[in-house]
């Protein structure tokens, strides 16, 4: 859309040849033509080709991109083709006959479907507006909010159905959100006759804005309610049952819709955003589907090999272990990971960390210092041995 004003006064379907109803084949195909035929390579020093390449790279890069063409055809039929080569103008100025009346366009509040909508929203960016009339007349959308949840380990992992008790702005619960006295009601702004705006001339134009007299919102309160002032909204204490799906990641938001701030002028509520923090669990980790766990083994375990008992969220599985095991060693245990709502499955993964007795004595001490005597030419380091040796170590 911020491309607008500039296509008011060309005629891309007119520089491609090709019609308003052409298919994007019949768009690329006309553009490769025209391009190879005006190339400034192929026409070296020939300026009226170079003019023409640049037109046809224009038309091709809006008529090409469907939004682009989309918005390029809404303006194209709000101000018409009158003449040759471009949206014309007639009547030579903002109203007359056969001219567009802009004070006609501009000061449109409301169509059979609602509104301008998307064409006024346009008309807007065209001139510079950035929604003015527009936003008065649909009210004004009720803002997000934020809040955190903490919860256990197992819960982010298998799913839980938290209450929530919330104090935020909310629809006024002793006026109803309309802002009034009870008994009474608000009246119909005579200012804008309900619609939220006014209109006012600049030149030869014409521009909406918000009422003042009621704020854009279309109706007045005389008798403002006692507890929110008017305003149709109130801080109030409510309770929200948040389902939290499995496999929840830490910090990750929820977001239940229509659960925020309500909005002005009959317009749509705001969101709610869940904030989740996960408690560390004492014995397992997660990484991404996967759940993690880190077993302590004896060096006797994976030298001569064993079967180790480990458990999983809720049950247990068992682990064998190739003798020469080294240290470190991560093992995957399928599908004993965490599950999504989607179906999506991860796994288990056992790390295998060999545990070193802070002190030893006894017969334990004797076998190790005799394992020590009959280990003695095994370099358990070669690499670093080596280059030891060829710096002179």
Same mark, same amino acid.
């Given at each position: ?17 090709? !019609? ?44 090409? #991109? ?14 018409? !083709? ?18 567009? #009346? ?31 009339? @527009? ?12 809040t955190d949840v903490r919860i256990d380990f197992t819960e982010a992992v298998k799913g839980a159905t938290l209450p929530l008790r919330l104090s935020s702005?909310?629809?006024c619960g002793t006026c109803g959100g309309n802002g009034a006295k009870p008994g009474t009601s608000p009246r119909t702004c005579p200012n804008c006759a ?6 006012? !001339? ?66 749509? @509520? ?43 969220? #809720? ?22 990971g965490i599950t999504k709502r989607d179906g999506t499955q991860g796994d288990l993964l056992v790390t295998l960390q060999v545990v070193i007795p802070a ?30 040796? #060829?710096?002179?170590?």
């Open positions: 859309m911020t491309n607008a004003r500039e296509w008011i006064g060309k005629d891309f379907y007119r520089e491609l040849g090709v !019609s308003s109803d052409a298919s994007p084949d019949e768009v690329k195909k006309a553009y490769r033509k025209l391009a190879r035929e005006n190339h400034p390579d192929a026409n070296p020093g020939n300026a009226g080709a170079e003019q023409k390449f640049k037109a046809v790279s224009e038309a091709y890069g809006v008529l090409s #991109d469907q939004e682009k063409r989309k918005e390029y055809d809404e303006t194209r039929r709000l101000f018409g !083709s009158g003449r040759p080569g471009g949206f014309g103008f007639p009547g030579g100025g903002g109203t007359g006959t056969g001219g567009v #009346d802009f004070g006609d366009i501009f000061n449109q509040t409301s169509t059979a479907s609602g509104g301008l909508g998307g064409l006024g929203d346009m008309l807007g960016n065209l001139f510079g507006r950035r929604g003015g009339g @527009t936003t008065a007349t649909r009210g004004q959308r009720g803002a997000d909010v934020e702005p909310g629809a309900g619609s939220g705006l006014v209109s006012r !001339s600049q030149g030869a134009f014409a521009f909406s804005e918000p009422c003042r007299d009621c704020r854009g919102r279309g109706t007045i309160v005389d008798d403002p309610c006692p507890e929110c002032g008017g305003e149709g909204i109130s801080n109030r204490t409510r309770t929200l049952t948040v389902r939290i799906p499995a496999g929840v990641d830490d910090n990750q938001r929820i977001r239940l819709a229509g659960q925020g701030e309500p909005g002005r002028g009959g317009a749509a @509520t705001g969101d709610l955003y869940v904030r989740v923090h996960v408690n560390p669990h004492p014995v397992f980790g997660r990484s991404g589907n996967d759940l993690t766990i880190t077993v302590p083994v004896e060096f006797s375990e994976l030298v001569l090999g064993t079967t180790l008992t480990v458990p999983t969220l #809720d049950a247990k599985v068992s682990l064998k272990v190739a003798p020469g095991t080294a240290s470190g060693r991560v093992l995957r245990v399928r599908g004993k002190k030893v004595d006894g017969k334990a001490k004797a076998a190790l210092e005799k394992y020590a005597e009959s280990v003695a030419k095994h370099d358990p380091r070669p690499e670093i041995t080596a280059l030891l040796r #060829d710096r002179g170590a």
